[in-house]
């Protein structure tokens, strides 16, 4: 029997004419991994294309629900990389529309944008150029109808040890004892002479490449996102941040700074506690400093929150 080329009407769509073999609410449902090109509006500039990997979820309330509508979420993210750029307003519009996308089922968005932010940055001393690499998350989330918008970046530096430059500096003293005993007067270009010597700085402190994790509340007053203001804000605060770009002097002077600011972790969070309670763009923050110690196998950390109520936890 000869049937023909068979052509369907319409295409089985099982999320929205099938029931959940096992009901019940789920709290998120989505997508994560999605890679994203997209406009980033920074404060104060123009905005900065970045590529992103994003998550989005839904709740899904409807216990008898088979499924959430995951294309909707992904073309809306779309819609957003093609038409517009990531501000403050248009999170908050992707993630009402992400649940008006999913009537009847959710009442619940949220999103998380993942990328690195690349900044040109001066030297030290001879002002040459180069590129650094800040990891950025902006995260956005739609609950009950209350918005709140968090934005994480995390900030390179330099820690020296206070304990091990103490212990330098008396082994520097110790050699230079041993070195002048029995002289009843030192002669200043002679002493200058030593210090130049590996054997006039006999020991020097230990110290490490540090990350600072910074995350911030934006209150409704933000536009744009203020993610330079707030790096420029810790690297200020710290005074040792990675470098890119150097020359001799550059080098020479980094090395000052870290003469000049040495830091416990204890040290480096309360100098950015300090800094932090400064900002107006933020409603709350919660901070993690990272040591990662060149004595010990082991790191060094410290955390610390701005301590609102309701905000975050420690």
Known sequence: MDIGVFMPTTMPDVANHSSATTEGVLEWVGMSNIELPLMFSVAG???RQVSAKVEAFVNLKDPKA???HMSRLYLLLDQLSTESSLSFATLSELLHEFISSHEDLSTHAFVKFDFELHLRRKALITEKQGWKAYPVTITGQLKDGKLGVEMKVDVPYSSTCPCSAALARQLIQEAFVAKFAGHAQVN????????GTTQGIVATPHSQRSVAEIKVQLNHQVTDF????????IEDALQTPVQAAVKRADEQEFARLNGQNL???????RRLKHALNQLTEFDDF???VNHYESLHAHDAVAVTVKGVSN???A
């Open 66 to 68: 088979k499924g959430i």
């Open 286 to 288: 919660w901070l993690r």
């Open 311 to 313: 905000g975050y936890h």
């Open 263 to 269: 830091m416990f972790c204890e040290d480096a969070a």
């Open 226 to 233: 203020p993610v330079i203001a707030l790096i420029d804000a």
């Open 188 to 195: 200043a270009e002679q002493v200058k002479d030593w210090l």
């Open 45 to 47: 500039e123009a905005p």
